[in-house]
């Protein structure tokens, strides 16, 4: 059997890594791995292959950025040909990039099977393009692995039970892994770091740094918490993200922050073993958080609803006018950790099971 695995931005790379993983210790498949490019800069790809054992990818597209149209076609035409020439029995596809889309749309056109894992994650508002991509993956693909049961009635919802399996998150798999493997005090002292005297800031989505008063409502509200509550910030910024800084005139406000270039995976959870809360508007990260026991403040319209339903993690979509200090208050009251919610730490095992079983 002949499996094409297509990645192209941070949490793809995690996720093949996990899976990736069970595939070569059980030689389950041949398998072929694409990268898109779409995350091109050697810090937000090259260090996830080599620090997480993913082998080289077997084609980079160098898709690299541009508008979602762009960026998405461009994927689209470079994909298909590596499609046409390898003919594989499946696609495997993660997450929800224009990457995912535009290759569930490749295969889908071209009569070849999808398995698109984290699949049924829902914000009900198609003014994010995420939100546009995961559903129309979902509604092409033959087999959906979701993280969570409430992914599963998502998918339901909308008429999809077929090829459905509640995996658990392969995020989760990985990170319960990783944890032997990182080294907290190197990390803090890298920085000049103390144990829960720092937060931990990762903001690199569009809709915050591309927006300056946003944007700058943000690096006010980290620098005014900094000051307040006597913390470090420490900001791994997004090329994008610093870019954009530079470009509304907000270095100034950068001056009194940690900033560093984007983290690879251990570098990262290291810190956020010992970080006090954390400040960001990652799907991904904000699971992590959760894992590390870490509540965190989210700065974006909607998260993992199964995280913020406990009230965990604080969601706050408005930071001109928000009461940073009240909410940092909120993340450091007492509060019982609610739990698991993302499966039990083997859901590539089941996913590499189900794919097996359904070709076989």
Known sequence: MNVISLVGARPQFIKEAVVNRVIRERSAW????????QHYDFNMSGTFFDELGIPQPNYFLGVGSGSHAVQTADAMCKFEEVLIKEKPDMVMLYGDTNTTLAGALDAAKLHIPVAHIEAGPRTYNKLFPEEVNRVLT???SDLLFACTELNVENLRKEG???????AGDVMYDLYL?????????KEMRRYGLSEDEYILATIHRDFNTDNAERFTAILK??????????LQILYPMHPRARKKAAEFGL????ENLITTEPLGYIELMSLLQNAKYVVTDSGGFQRETYWAQKRSLLIMPQGWQEITDT??????????????VEKTEVLESSMDYPGKIFGDGFAAQKIVDTILKTFN
């Open 30 to 37: 041949k398998h072929i791995l694409v990268h898109s490019g």
């Open 311 to 324: 009230g965990w993690h604080l969601l706050e979509n408005d930071p001109q006018n928000m009461d940073w």
């Open 160 to 166: 999809i039970t077929e090829g459905v399996y509640n």
């Open 221 to 230: 509200g980290l620098n005014t918490i900094s000051k307040v509550k006597g």
């Open 138 to 140: 979902d509604h092409i």
């Open 177 to 185: 892994k990783m944890l032997p493997k990182l080294d907290l005090v």
């Open 251 to 254: 270095n100034g406000l950068l």
